[in-house]
């Protein structure tokens, strides 16, 4: 039975993941911020699907906290096997209007705290055979939009540190990325995404299964280190 963080694991592709995995039958450490009332609902969902879910708040500004949560998830669940790291934000700021505090929050979230999450939990992925890491980019880290650069760099960011890491953590973990495209979430798409979608080559959003999908393939694949699968529609052909 693997054991499992995921960052972000409250709501959307975080949750979708968790859903996944918990059908598995997976042991699963749902780590929020602001999340409390979705983690509870997540952790309903996965106990109806068979596995076993535990939620852990952690602000990922705070690299204490960080480290604490994944010690404790490794406590409660027995140790780790498979870290997501998912959380991030997703933000628009012109050139001209972004400040330091913006700057900081974002680069904080979307690329400090993956790492710091990877340090934390790499001690208990060596441990696995192999343990295995699994960071969520966005194809942004290629073709980042204007007004989204900083979004973009962050991005780019986790796609550097995915490479770097399957190299210093080989043989005993295995790193890899998926950068999603516009997902669509049942949800009618804002103005931006709509306009996104029509510069893909299949003209349509990605559907989130086939997103949790590559997850999952990395998960149990036993020969990937290192790669990046873009999941976009053909955006970045």
Not at 67 to 87: C, F, P, Q, R, Y
Not at 160 to 168: D, F, P, Q, R, V
């Amino acid at each position: 039975m693997s054991k499992i963080i995921i960052t972000g694991g409250a709501g959307r592709l975080g949750k979708e993941i968790a859903l996944r995995f918990a059908g598995d039958g997976a042991e699963i450490a749902i780590i929020y911020n602001r999340s409390k009332s979705d983690a509870a609902d997540t952790l309903k969902e996965i106990d109806s699907l068979g596995g076993r879910g535990i939620a852990l708040k952690a602000d990922a500004e705070d690299v204490g906290q960080i480290e604490s949560a994944v010690k404790k998830a490794a406590k409660e669940l027995g140790g780790i096997d498979i870290l997501v790291n998912n959380a991030a934000v997703f933000s628009k700021m012109p050139i001209d209007k972004v400040s330091m505090a913006e700057w900081n929050e974002l680069l904080n979230i979307n690329l400090r705290a993956p790492f710091f999450f990877a340090k934390a939990a790499e001690k208990f992925l060596r441990k696995g055979t192999p343990g295995r890491m699994i960071n969520i980019s966005d194809t942004y880290a290629f073709s980042p939009a204007a007004h989204f650069v900083p979004y973009g760099i962050s991005k780019a960011g986790v796609v550097a540190m995915t490479k770097g890491l399957a190299k210093e953590l080989a043989p005993n973990v295995l790193v890899n990325c998926v950068c999603p495209g516009v997902i669509g979430f049942g949800l009618e798409l804002a103005g931006g995404d709509k306009r996104a979608v029509t510069r893909t080559l299949l003209k349509k959003a990605v559907d989130v299964k086939d997103v949790v999908d590559a997850v999952l393939f990395l998960a149990k694949n036993n020969s990937m280190t290192g790669q990046v699968i873009c999941i976009d529609g053909g955006k970045n052909v």
